[in-house]
């Protein structure tokens, strides 16, 4: 596709739950970031792949978060034993060859743990 | 933890006024970018200043850089009702990772 892609837009799920998100970034970028961002807040640094390893996962909050990037191309953030303090919004960005270029990000998806 | 911190955090302006937004961190940096959110959700580049560089046009936007003063800002001339967003900046300073703001946010009246 033209653009960064994630799925699904939307998802609810009960607490306790396992959630998975995904993200299709643009063909070509060896980098990806997730970013997660809450409402009246600017995003807020999770994870960073370079190809298929993660360069850089210090902003994880904690080991309940996961994420992997098995061939370099499709990542997902994996979520287990979500809590209510994790809705938000998760964003997906690639780029070309890292920060020192261009982010595209993804339209997010909006997790709601009720 | 927060690296820029934008303001003013709102800011309302007439169509065809000058919008200035600014943003300040706190260490050094290898570049800043700028990014626009409509609705809440994604986010789309502007424009990308390095540590380097002092100023920088695209189209309607002009951004500069003062490493010195660890402040950029981003000028949007004159503005129409489509820019109204909210705008972030965002800085590079470990070559992992963008840091990002918690955003100005412009509304700009027909």
């Known amino acids: 596709g033209a653009g960064v892609s994630q799925t699904p837009s939307n998802k609810v799920t009960e607490k306790g739950k396992y959630v998975e998100l995904r993200c299709d970034p643009i063909?070509?970028?060896?980098?990806l970031y997730w970013y997660r961002q809450s409402l009246g807040q600017g995003p807020e640094f999770l994870i960073y792949?370079?190809?298929?390893?993660?360069?850089?996962d210090s902003g994880l909050p904690n080991d309940r978060f996961f994420a992997v990037r098995p061939e370099g191309s499709v990542s997902t953030l994996k979520i287990q034993r979500t809590e209510r303090g994790d809705s938000a919004v998760y964003l997906c960005?690639?780029?070309?060859?890292?920060?020192?270029?261009?982010?595209?990000f993804g339209q997010g998806t909006r997790l709601t743990v009720v | 933890s927060q690296q820029g911190e934008e303001d003013p955090q709102a800011l309302s302006i007439q169509e065809g006024e000058n919008a200035t937004m600014n943003c300040s961190y706190k260490?050094?940096?290898?570049?800043l970018q700028w990014y626009r959110q409509n609705s809440g959700r994604g986010l789309v580049h502007l424009i990308l200043?390095?540590?380097?560089?002092r100023e920088k046009h695209s189209g309607r936007l002009r951004v500069t850089l003062d490493t010195s003063k660890k402040s950029s800002s981003l000028l949007i001339t004159a503005s129409r009702a489509a820019d109204t967003a909210s705008y972030f900046c965002?800085?590079?300073?470990?070559?992992?990772?963008?840091?990002f703001g918690e955003g100005t946010q412009l509304t700009v009246n027909p």
């Open positions: 260490t050094s940096i290898n570049n």
């Open positions: 965002a800085t590079d300073t470990s070559g992992s990772r963008l840091t």
């Open positions: 792949f370079q190809g298929t390893g993660a360069a850089d």
């Open positions: 200043i390095r540590s380097n560089e």
């Open positions: 960005a690639s780029s070309r060859y890292g920060t020192a270029t261009e982010a595209f």
């Open positions: 063909s070509g970028h060896t980098a």
